[in-house]
């Protein structure tokens, strides 16, 4: 086999991977991407169907729990959303302690969370919740 | 603590001290590479000696401070407690930002010190100029730790308890994760230092690939060792069940790994056949790149994650910039000299060597996608402010199948020779695994009744098993001789039969687990994954540094149980699952929370979930670091051998 010929097959299979490697790209990045909004936007921004982390605090006095699932509210000081969670939330989840959940927006009264996020290190809010927070001037840590 | 007044400032001088002796060797050994001459090499290869044991005092000082729960020192307030235990007391002092950059340094004086003792078949020109690079790299991660993030800085007026370190940390596998996973990343520099030697040269030989090999092994396999300790960490201290998250740090661990792996395996080309010597300089240079964008995403907290310590802009900058310096220039490098370096003319389409070229891509654009997946929301966010996370789907249906075309080629590169293969005759061979593989979809169909995919990845996993299995039995020839096979071999067999082992498990877990949260009254029973599990109490216990409510489970007829702790300083819960390992599977149990639900106060929430197969996935990857200690083993052994014979580049084999 020629020099070149050899190069253009080698090339090819190169490109051949590639695009697979773009395609498959292009196909997850549409479907696992979840838009961070603050509770006091979602409910205007987020587009339903649209996957979606809500950052805030875990509204005191909120959370009950029942049948195996926990509903709360997510407040970042300026407005709230209702949670409901099927299952148990993590250790670090508690009442004023900073949360995500993340889920499908649908609309309607209550969001469904697939995961509920609590910062393992107990020490350092999730950095979006702090954005959220800092944005609603409702920030009172360092800034 | 009137009488350690001076320790801590004892160990800043010491890495004060370091700093001068990193910036020394590093003009010496380029300056005795450039002039090529023998006193000026052992001079610098004497000041890497020194400055790693000058930078050792620096640590164990640190140590010592952590030991003695001296809170007039800032670091060691924020992460430590008198009532700590020991070995969490020691391990607390890399648990940290600050003591963590130090480790950082000690290792890469470390691996400078032994770049200087063990020289092997380097000429001395690359070797001084090696040493040299190693020793530019100590200093500027050592002047950042200094200047940007001292662990021996004090704290006035100094408190009279800690803050404690994280309990979820507290745990004798952590405890050796981090300093595995340093020595993994920061080993990523000696390949990148023997890369830029190389390009100063400007020319490159079997003998340089020769040196550059087992330096790649040993930072890979420490990886695979680390990353694999923080995934089995993951899985029975987080309490989930999962054992990937594809967590941004973990990617970040993950990227280089894959690097290495790549780097491995071409620089076995280099070596036989002369060919892709510029592809190895640009993975040696692009792996440490990503060894330090590891460091930077774990140190600086710009993304979100689970592992995030400083949230401190001017560090996150600081790092960006010794990345971009150390990539930045070593790519100009590379793009002025790699044009220059000779290759031999191209090879045969079927050969080992294409095979490896495969590899290599396969490798490389899998990674391209890891990479694009972690630095998406970056990207994103500077661009358009919007705050995205990408989930771990994404990894999933990228990664996966790049993966899976990967691994259809595994088990036929080794059944090929170099120059020429014969595709063949590897099929008369690999059909019987082609076989296997086909059986084991039809099982996952047919009887456990999966997805697709979950069919098609685990036949993926069984056609690299099979493959390897027909290897060695190609190779001894007969049963009897398979004992006899050389150490080289088992190497490569553990390391691939590991990465067959570690899909099946992966896949299998993936798809197949069960999971199920229900409340619980002592004595009361459920059944689940076929099973009967049991509550049969709940009782107090106390920790040295935590109390604990202990859930007694029998399932069926075997006792198992599992812990919910209390941190008292930190005031954290963590969980202790309890975990019974089966044939087919993990029986997992978690404690959640008590009295709540509709069940009544003494209810407690249970979490149990059945993990098929998941201890394949541990004891696939231990074995794939195996084969990579074996690997080590058998380079070490070939360059004692043969010393005088490494200046030729005849393969051996």
């Not at chain 2, 150390?326 to 290759?343: D, I, K, N, Q, T």
């Not at chain 2, 890891?370 to 249906?397: H, Q």
Request: with cysteine; aromatic share 10%; hydrophobic share 55%.
């Amino acid at each position: 086999m020629r020099k070149s010929s050899r190069r253009l097959i080698v090339i090819g299979a190169a490109g051949v991977l590639l695009a697979l490697a773009a395609g498959l790209t292009l196909y997850g990045l549409k479907d696992s991407v979840a838009y961070f909004y603050a509770p006091s936007d979602v409910v205007v921004q987020a587009k339903a169907g649209e996957r979606v982390r809500i950052g805030g605090l875990v509204e005191t006095g909120s959370v009950a729990r029942g049948g195996g699932v926990i509903s709360f509210k997510v407040t970042d000081g300026v407005g709230a959303v209702a949670v409901s969670y099927q299952g148990d939330p993590p250790d670090l989840f508690a009442e004023g302690q900073g949360v995500v959940a993340e889920g499908v927006w649908r609309g309607g009264d209550t969001f469904a969370a697939e995961r509920i996020l609590a910062k393992h290190d107990e020490k350092y809010m999730p950095r979006e919740v702090v954005e959220a927070l800092k944005a609603k001037g409702e920030w009172k840590g360092t800034p | 603590m009137e009488g350690d007044a001076v320790t801590a400032e004892l160990g800043a001088f010491l890495l004060s001290l370091a700093l001068a002796m990193s910036l020394a060797q590093g003009a010496l050994g380029i300056f005795a590479g450039w002039r090529n001459d023998a006193r000026l090499a052992a001079a610098a290869a004497g000041t890497a000696q020194s400055a790693a044991l000058v930078l050792l005092g620096a640590f164990a000082i640190l140590i010592s401070l952590f030991l003695r729960s001296d809170f007039s020192v800032a670091v060691v307030t924020a992460n430590s407690h008198v009532a700590k235990p020991l070995l969490y007391k020691i391990a607390g002092t890399w648990g940290n930002h600050e003591g963590s950059m130090l480790l950082w340094c000690l290792v890469s004086a470390t691996f400078a010190a032994l770049l200087a003792t063990f020289r092997g078949a380097m000429t001395q020109s690359l070797w001084s100029r090696a040493i040299g690079v190693q020793g530019v790299v100590t200093a500027i991660a050592i002047a950042y730790t200094l200047f940007l993030s001292s662990p021996f800085a004090r704290l006035d007026p100094a408190p009279l308890v800690g803050r404690d370190l994280n309990p979820l940390l507290q745990d004798p596998a952590l405890a050796i994760h981090p300093p595995l996973l340093y020595f993994g990343y920061v080993g990523m520099s000696v390949p990148f230092s023997l890369a830029i030697a190389a390009l100063m040269e400007g020319k490159i030989d079997a003998a340089w690939a020769r040196a550059l090999r087992p330096w790649t092994l040993l930072a890979w396999t420490m990886l695979t060792g680390g990353i694999t300790l923080g995934s089995y960490w993951a899985y029975y201290e987080l309490g989930w069940g999962g054992w990937w998250f594809w967590d941004p740090v973990e990617n970040a661990s993950f990227m280089p790994w894959l690097a290495a792996a790549a780097l491995l395996h071409s620089a076995i080309v280099t070596e036989r056949r002369g060919s892709l010597a510029a592809w190895t300089i640009l993975l040696a240079i692009v792996g440490f790149g990503l060894a330090l964008l590891g460091t930077f995403l774990v140190r600086s907290g710009v993304l979100t994650s689970v592992h995030a310590f400083a949230v401190d802009p001017k560090r996150g900058y600081a790092i960006l910039a010794m990345l971009s310096f150390f990539v930045g220039g070593g790519l100009m490098l590379y793009a002025w000299r790699a044009p220059r370096l000779s290759e031999p003319s191209g090879f045969v389409l079927v050969s080992r060597e294409s095979a490896m070229v495969l590899n290599n891509v396969g490798l490389a654009v899998a990674m391209g996608t890891v990479l694009i997946g972690t630095l998406y929301p970056l990207l994103l966010e500077a661009l358009t402010g919007r705050l995205i996370s990408v989930g771990p789907p994404f990894f999933n249906i990228t990664f996966g199948p790049l993966m899976a075309l990967l691994f259809f080629a595994l088990p036929v590169a080794p059944l090929l020779a170099w120059r020429r293969g014969d595709l063949v005759g590897a099929w008369r061979l690999l059909h019987w695994a082609a076989f296997a593989a086909a059986g084991a979809a039809v099982v996952v169909l047919a009887i456990v009744r999966g997805p697709l995919w979950a069919a098609f990845g685990i036949a993926v996993g069984v056609w690299v098993l099979a493959g390897v299995a027909l290897y060695v039995w190609k190779r001894a020839g007969s049963f009897g001789r398979v004992a006899a096979l050389p150490l080289a071999v088992w190497a490569m067999v553990a390391a691939h039969a590991g990465a067959g082992l570690f899909t099946i498990g992966a896949v299998a877990e993936t798809s197949f687990r069960k999971e199920q949260s229900v409340q619980m009254l002592p004595g009361q029973t459920v059944t689940f994954a076929g099973r009967n599990v049991t509550l049969l109490d709940i009782t107090p216990r106390e920790g040295p540094n935590y109390s604990a409510q202990r859930g007694a489970f029998r399932v069926d007829d075997r006792a198992v149980s599992a812990e919910r702790r209390f941190y008292a300083v930190s005031g954290m819960p963590t969980t202790e699952v309890g975990i019974l390992s089966g044939f087919a599977g993990d029986f997992y149990i978690a404690l959640g929370s008590p009295g709540e639900g509709t069940v009544g106060p003494q209810a407690w929430t249970v979490r149990l979930y059945f993990n098929p197969l998941v201890q394949l996935i541990f004891i696939g990857a231990g074995l794939m670091g195996l084969g990579g200690a074996l690997g080590l083993v058998v380079l070490a052994r070939r360059r004692l051998a043969a010393p005088a014979a490494a200046a030729s580049a005849v393969p051996a084999a």
